[in-house]
């Protein structure tokens, strides 16, 4: 590796953009190691993310517009109900069964867990299903015209987050003298400059402009899938070797927990899959929170809906997404303002936030105008309305018959009383092409997590953050042909 006109003997910085799920295990990998190493974040220090509300009995349902708790910097799946699929399968979770393989996939998800149940607070049981659960759910969704894929679940909670998070962080500071911390920073650019990343900033909360620029010799980006758009504005997008990505537009359902009590206690989330007979598009399941809450999601031009449980204080109901998958081809290419531009027409309707509307409307052609008497009561204010008004008739035929579906597994979860929340759609950047370590075809950038494209929740993201920081390491040390790890003063403690 070629690095003319600077000396073998300076330590390289890294910067590392985004700290959630996969961008707080890259920095595991890196605590240590022999590169100078900042963080950049939008939300603040971890002792100070705000609680929920809920919580704090300010409020005992969700308020129709997001508050801070759901804002950007808060609402990593990390901090939000905090669900972890632990076996490594080609379908659920993401793509790195095809980058890695099973058993590299495998084992750093067994690395995920022990991580997470060494800092829980509290004991947090893992969901296997037994021989007699999956003899009980095969036969229920062959019957059912669905596929069911396995998995093995870790649910820690919102309300465990915080500590477990807090936790994790302590332990890579102590480990960490060469890590510098950058909170209520919003990356503006990042920007090649010859073999170096600039990185321009800004304070995120801040009213007056302090605009600040450093470069580096690494660059991790970790920006979740709120942050895809943002991704494809950079200059150095273009170089990336793309294609067009998936998008996923839902409603998050929001249902009696009766009706779906079986398939809970036995499995916690199912994933049942369904080809729908009239369009063919694939129709999946997706973030179950048995006697759980709705929740807003904040991304300031325009609001989602989603879905959380704490392990401790439960409702009387059960939300899950439904989702419809769509992938564009020419001449359409970007996903991600399909999606967006669906949400802000729902936003439009509904006076700036969500809409619900009853699932017996919606088959009936009609606007929801009040649940007052409705069997099923929200645990999030929306606006009453039609979602038909705004969703594509192929979406929401598609999403009918896998309640339809899932109603023969789960008898009364297509009553017409259950509750659909709009606008739930998980918009995903171009697929972009990566090494084994998540590196892109531009040297020394690294795209981890949801923004890669080639994650879909808390497990591989956390494994893709692992990998990327394994590749730098090894990187780091080719370059100065040192030890991996540079020796931990004895003065650092969890709290520096």
Request: overall charge neutral; glycine content about 8%; proline content about 5%.
């Amino acid at each position: 590796m070629s690095h003319s006109g600077e000396s073998q003997s300076r330590m390289q910085k890294l910067a590392l953009v985004g700290l959630g799920a996969s961008g707080l295990f890259a920095l595991k990998e890196l605590a240590g190691a022999n590169v100078e190493v900042h963080v950049f974040d939008v939300g603040p220090v971890y002792e100070k993310r705000y609680a929920c509300p809920i919580d704090q009995g300010k409020l005992t349902v969700c308020p129709p517009k997001a508050c801070s708790y759901c804002a950007p910097g808060q609402s990593a799946g990390s901090w939000n109900d905090f669900k972890v699929i632990l076996s490594a399968s080609p379908v659920i979770g993401g793509r790195l069964y095809d980058l890695v393989g099973e058993q590299e996939l495998q084992k750093r998800l067994d690395v995920v867990r022990e991580t997470i149940l060494k800092h829980a607070p509290c004991e947090i049981p893992v969901v296997k299903p037994n021989a007699e659960d999956l003899e009980w759910i095969h036969k229920r969704a062959t019957l059912a015209g669905m596929t069911y894929h396995y998995q093995e679940l870790l649910h820690c909670g919102s309300d465990n987050a915080p500590a477990i998070n807090s936790s994790i962080l302590a332990e890579i500071k102590a480990l960490g003298p060469n890590i510098h911390f950058h909170w209520d920073s919003k990356v503006v650019s990042v920007t090649r400059r010859g073999e170096k990343f600039a990185i321009r900033y800004d304070g995120y909360r801040k009213q007056v402009s302090d605009e600040k620029e450093d470069t580096f010799d690494y660059c991790i980006l970790s920006v979740g899938r709120g942050g895809a758009h943002w991704l494809t504005q950079q200059e150095f997008y273009k170089e990336l070797d793309i294609y067009p990505g998936q998008v996923d537009i839902g409603v998050r359902v929001e249902t009696s927990c009766y009706f779906t009590e079986e398939v809970d206690k036995r499995f916690y989330e199912p994933k049942l899959y369904y080809i729908s007979r009239h369009t063919g598009d694939v129709v999946r399941n997706f973030c179950s929170n048995p006697r759980g809450y709705v929740t807003p999601e904040n991304h300031r031009d325009y609001v989602l809906v989603n879905g959380h449980s704490k392990m401790y204080e439960k409702s009387e109901n059960n939300n899950f997404a439904v989702l419809v998958s769509k992938t564009f081809t020419r001449p359409f290419k970007d996903p991600q303002l399909y999606s967006q531009t669906i949400a802000k027409v729902v936003n439009m309707l509904a006076g700036g936030g969500p809409l619900v509307q009853r699932l017996g409307d919606l088959k009936a052609g009609r606007r929801t105008k009040s649940l007052t008497n409705n069997l099923i009561k929200p645990t999030l204010e929306a606006e009453c309305g039609d979602i038909s008004l705004a969703y594509p008739h192929r979406i929401l035929a598609s999403i009918m018959e896998y309640l339809d579906a899932l109603n023969k597994i789960c008898p009364g979860v297509a009553d017409d009383s259950t509750l659909l929340f709009a606008p739930e759609c998980k918009s995903y950047p171009d697929s972009i092409k990566v090494s084994k370590s998540m590196e892109t075809t531009i040297e020394n950038l690294f795209i981890i997590g949801d923004s890669s494209s080639w994650t879909r929740g808390v497990g591989q993201a956390t494994t893709s953050g692992l990998l990327a920081g394994e590749g730098v390491r090894k990187k780091v040390k080719e370059h100065h042909n040192t030890p991996e790890r540079v020796p931990t003063p004895a003065v650092a403690t969890a709290a520096s």
